[in-house]
């Protein structure tokens, strides 16, 4: 058997899968979190579909700890121990590649790409552009390669499936030699995803992905929308980086460039200041005091009025950039949700398609309301737009990525 390690570093967490290669199965998914806090906790799950069922009886589904985790070396240590106490035995299935998600490529990446001491230069230079995930990207591929030093390592891109934006798409309207001088444009993230998602769909439809015009709303921490027309990726919300576009837990989104001004001018913020402000502070936190989708459909069930708000901005902006896309492609033949708010949210979904009967798009109040895991259909039978819930899995497309350049 011949299995693939995908690892999504984050700022203080990363996430591992490790995939079996011949099946596509996952043997072992993992996620260690609050690194570099006092405490931090690992989780460590096997799949029981993966486990042999003589087996069963004495293999825990799950594991957890709580230890401190002080940086992402650290971690991975951590995860090694998993995979050693509780398997499965990376000596029983010996890795191909590890792959790592890494999120903003620049112009130099469109594709998977071997990691070597350039690449590895090349993703520190683009850390400027997005600062909360591509150092943590980087700590996650070094301490990987001091793990498993003989095997390939794959970096896979968030920019890399937007590459395909035309200019008038991309292009910011400011002065053009400023522009290609910093190479100010749009690149768009979350691309692994909705790559990954618009093919689910097409195959869930029974459709050829060819002929589809869709748009992809992946809410999680970050969130962002996309209009995919025959597979290609021809508009999205977010940027030269991932703070452009939909309101996000923490992340302001699309915001009047002159309020930095203004807040400058008047406050004497500087721009480390304002930095923070928009990717830390702004968002669901900074509007209800809450950065988790959870809690803010929990306070606004109990009255709360700025979580009732944090959700109505959120849910308004997600709608408009809807119809964005429904006129940028000129018709719309699916629209799917994916991600933690996007596949567990029922009341975002309801609200974000809300009164656009006209536009041939009806939900089925009862299909939205179904909890599952599985891909559905969540619009009702005489909808003219196919609304559904697809899982995304970028773990998989990362594997299925590294796979194919090896
Ligand atoms: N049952 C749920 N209802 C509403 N929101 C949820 C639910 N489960 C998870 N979420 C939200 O999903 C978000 C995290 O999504 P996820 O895709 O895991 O993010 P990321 O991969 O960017 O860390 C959080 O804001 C969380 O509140
Ligand atoms: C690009 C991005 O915003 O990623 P995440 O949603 O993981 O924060
Ligand atoms: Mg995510």
């Known amino acids: 058997m011949s299995a693939i390690l995908v690892v999504n570093s984050g700022s203080s967490s990363f996430k591992y899968q490790l995939i079996d290669m011949d099946t596509e199965q996952m043997l072992a998914t993992g996620l260690i979190e609050r690194i570099g806090e006092e405490s931090g906790r690992s989780v460590h799950t096997i799949p029981w579909d993966a486990v042999p069922s003589v087996d069963r009886s004495d293999?825990?589904?799950?594991?957890?700890?709580?230890?401190?985790?002080?940086?992402?070396?650290?971690?991975?240590?951590?995860?090694?121990?998993?995979?050693?106490?509780?398997?499965?035995?990376?000596?029983?299935h010996p890795l191909l590649a590890v792959g790592h998600r890494v999120v903003h490529g620049g112009k130099r990446f469109f594709e998977a790409t071997l990691v070597n001491n350039l690449v590895k230069i090349n993703i520190e230079e683009l850390a400027e552009l997005a600062p909360l995930h591509n150092p943590a990207n980087l700590q996650g591929i070094e301490a990987a390669q001091k793990a498993f030093p003989d095997v390939?390592?794959?970096?896979?891109?968030?920019?890399?499936?937007?590459?395909?934006?035309?200019?008038?798409?991309?292009?910011?309207?400011?002065?053009?030699?400023?522009?290609?001088?910093?190479?100010?444009?749009?690149?768009?993230?979350?691309?692994?995803?909705?790559?990954?998602?618009?093919?689910?769909?097409?195959?869930?439809?029974?459709?050829?992905?060819?002929?589809?015009?869709?748009?992809?709303?992946?809410?999680?921490?970050?969130?962002?929308?996309?209009?995919?027309?025959?597979?290609?990726?021809?508009?999205?919300?977010?940027?030269?980086?991932?703070?452009?576009?939909?309101?996000?837990?923490?992340?302001?989104?699309?915001?009047?460039?002159a309020v930095l001004i203004h807040l400058h001018r008047r406050t004497g913020m500087g721009f480390d200041d304002l930095d923070v402000l928009l990717n830390r502070k702004s968002g669901l936190l900074g509007m209800?005091?809450?950065?988790?989708?959870?809690?803010?459909?929990?306070?606004?069930?109990?009255?709360?009025?700025k979580a009732t708000a944090a959700f109505d901005v959120y849910t308004h902006r997600l709608k408009g950039y809807i119809g964005n896309y429904m006129a940028q492609?000129?018709?719309?033949?699916?629209?799917?949700?994916?991600?933690?708010?996007?596949?567990?949210?029922?009341?975002?979904?309801?609200?974000?398609?809300?009164?656009?009967?006209?536009?041939?798009?009806?939900?089925?109040?009862?299909r939205n309301e179904e909890r599952s895991r599985d891909a559905r259909l969540i619009s009702a039978d005489d909808s003219d737009v196919a609304v559904l819930v697809i899982p995304t899995n970028e773990e998989l497309e990362i594997a299925r990525q590294t796979l194919a350049l090896l």
Do not use: C, W
């Not at 709580?66 to 998993?82: E, N």
């Open 288 to 305: 209800s005091g809450a950065g988790d989708m959870r809690d803010v459909l929990e306070r606004a069930a109990n009255g709360d009025e």
């Open 329 to 366: 492609l000129g018709r719309v033949d699916v629209i799917s949700f994916t991600a933690g708010v996007g596949e567990n949210a029922a009341a975002v979904r309801k609200a974000a398609l809300s009164g656009l009967g006209a536009f041939g798009i009806r939900l089925s109040d009862e």
């Open 59 to 92: 293999a825990p589904q799950t594991t957890e700890r709580t230890l401190p985790i002080p940086d992402h070396a650290a971690g991975f240590r951590v995860m090694l121990d998993a995979f050693e106490s509780h398997g499965p035995s990376l000596a029983r």
């Open 152 to 257: 390939p390592h794959v970096a896979v891109f968030d920019t890399a499936f937007h590459a395909t934006l035309e200019p008038a798409a991309y292009s910011y309207a400011i002065d053009d030699k400023l522009a290609k001088k910093h190479r100010l444009r749009k690149y768009g993230f979350h691309g692994t995803s909705h790559k990954f998602v618009s093919e689910e769909a097409a195959a869930f439809l029974g459709r050829p992905l060819e002929e589809l015009k869709q748009i992809v709303l992946h809410l999680g921490n970050g969130a962002s929308a996309s209009a995919i027309d025959g597979g290609r990726s021809v508009e999205t919300s977010m940027g030269l980086t991932p703070l452009e576009g939909l309101v996000m837990g923490t992340r302001s989104g699309d915001i009047d460039p």
